[in-house]
């Protein structure tokens, strides 16, 4: 055990170096260093993992086919389903199961799975935070030491709290990793959360979009007195252009959101400068990809494809995420060589289908909802192909007849004249299982009945 973590210690040293000035380095020298990570990945890959040494097999190809991250477009284009029918064939045979974290996630997809990470990897993840943290710490007094709240579904049993546990199993931390943290459940009332934030006074408030629209809307609607942190993180769900302003402009305060999943820890960062999403691409490759899986030119958006260089237990690699979003093309002012990828902009599988073959994106959606309107939060559900219910979570002021008309002209022309709207302002809306507040819930026939429950109406 101690010479475990003393391995483990030094594997982590190693790592650190120079990761939080990583995202400024010469863009030739990221794309060496991850067509080097490509070629170690699949070789891997194709000595422990099944499922790439039968694809590869199968396709006539060899590791050595693979130099380069355009190389792993050869590869099948991987979907959660296809993983979720046989995960086995995906898990590392080097080491044995239990060496392995186990992390269960559902996402988006609403298709329950677990993940398994390796240790190498996880303290590798670890000393890539720095990357982001880095953007993090300057709006911090002392970057060094400080206190963060992290508001997540399961609290103490969270993602984050896991990995953390897990990495302290396989190695000391040097002191100025040893962030002090507070971890709170969603789930938990919005007056406890706030009395436990006002007890803890963090520097940092981190969580995902959805309950920072929910935890800041509570405080200006109510005016509770709420300790306010120096700078405020999100990941895995995005905000609306109304809370962006409710967090900067109200209560004046930075926001910086990351871009991370179950399947790939730390995809990019938005910088101070808020152009974007920096990429990871030494770690995690990603294209933009069609529906057909065709890579995208920079500046279209499409459906996000990524490969795990990284992790060595659950291995995915042209793995369909689903998020929608572009590549852009200009680089950041910031100085950083890490290229940008827009703010997501909805999930795959949120397009809205109606009469006659009309497809709906969600980002057209999205632009209407929230056009002209201060909208917090929003529930778009497809309750059948011409009926739609719409929960919003908007200030006080919000008129909603005028609203309602709004809407409902609206939809009627991106939709077609067929399609009706119900439409209720709430004060919260329902969160999934798994913690999340889907904006659009897409009409399916064989959908699960309490996807589509009705919110609390606060008026009508």
């Known amino acids: 055990m101690f010479m475990g973590r003393l391995r483990g210690s030094g594997y982590l040293a190693y790592h650190l170096r120079g990761q939080a000035r990583y995202p400024f380095r010469p863009l030739a020298t990221v794309m060496r260093d991850q067509s080097r990570r490509v070629r170690a990945m699949v070789a891997y890959a194709y000595r422990y993992v099944p499922y790439y040494r039968e694809t590869l097999d199968r396709l006539s190809l060899r590791p050595c086919d693979f130099q380069s991250a355009d190389d792993l477009a050869q590869l099948p284009l991987l979907r959660t389903a296809e993983y979720c029918r046989d995960p086995e064939r995906f898990l590392s045979t080097e080491k ?11 996402g988006s997809t609403g298709l329950a799975r677990i ?13 890539h935070a720095e990357r982001d943290r880095m953007a993090v710490a300057r709006f911090l007094g002392d970057p060094l030491r400080y206190r963060e709240s992290v508001l997540t579904r399961d609290g103490l049993t969270s993602t984050p709290h896991k990995v953390q546990e897990f990495c302290r199993q396989h190695a000391w931390f040097p002191p100025y990793l040893g962030i002090q943290r507070q971890y709170l459940s969603m789930f938990d009332s919005l007056e ?9 006074q ?49 209560f004046g305060l930075p926001l910086i959101s990351a871009y991370q999943a179950t399947e790939a820890f730390k995809l990019g960062f938005e910088c101070e400068q808020h152009s974007g999403l920096h990429l990871n691409l030494d770690l995690y490759p990603l294209r933009v990809v069609d529906t057909d899986g065709k890579t995208l030119p920079r500046g279209e958006t499409g459906e996000v494809v990524v490969s795990n260089l990284v992790n ?34 909805g999930r795959a599988r949120d397009f809205l289908r109606f009469g006659e073959g009309r497809i709906v994106n969600p980002w057209a959606l999205d632009r209407l909802i ?21 929960a919003l979570v908007v200030p006080p002021t919000c008129d909603l007849e005028q609203t309602r008309k709004r809407l409902a002209a609206g939809l009627a022309a991106l939709c077609g004249p067929e399609v009706t ?40």
């Open 312 to 345: 060595r237990g659950t291995v995915l690699l042209n793995y369909h995420l689903g998020d929608l979003a572009a590549l852009l093309p200009d680089p950041c002012p910031c100085g950083r060589t890490l290229p940008l990828l827009s703010f997501l902009r």
């Open 115 to 127: 993940i398994y990470h390796d240790a190498r990897g996880c303290l590798q993840n670890i000393a």
């Open 192 to 200: 406890h959360n706030v009395g436990e934030l006002n007890r803890f």
């Open 370 to 390: 929230c056009e002209g309107q201060e909208v917090w939060q929003y529930q778009l559900v497809q309750e059948t192909p011409t009926r739609l219910r719409l």
């Open 96 to 106: 044995p199961r239990g060496t392995y974290l186990a992390l269960p996630t559902s």
């Open 421 to 460: 709207l119900e439409l209720a302002l709430v004060e919260r809306i329902q969160r999934t299982a798994g913690g999340k507040v889907p904006p659009l819930l897409a009409w399916r026939p064989d959908a699960e009945e309490e996807l589509f429950r009705a919110p609390a109406r606060l008026s009508d």
């Open 202 to 250: 963090p520097d940092v408030i981190h969580s995902i979009g959805s309950y920072l629209a929910e935890l800041f809307g509570y405080l200006k609607r109510t005016g509770v007195p709420c300790h306010l942190p120096r700078v405020v993180t999100y990941g895995s769900e995005g905000v609306s252009e109304a809370v962006r302003r409710l967090i900067l402009e109200d």
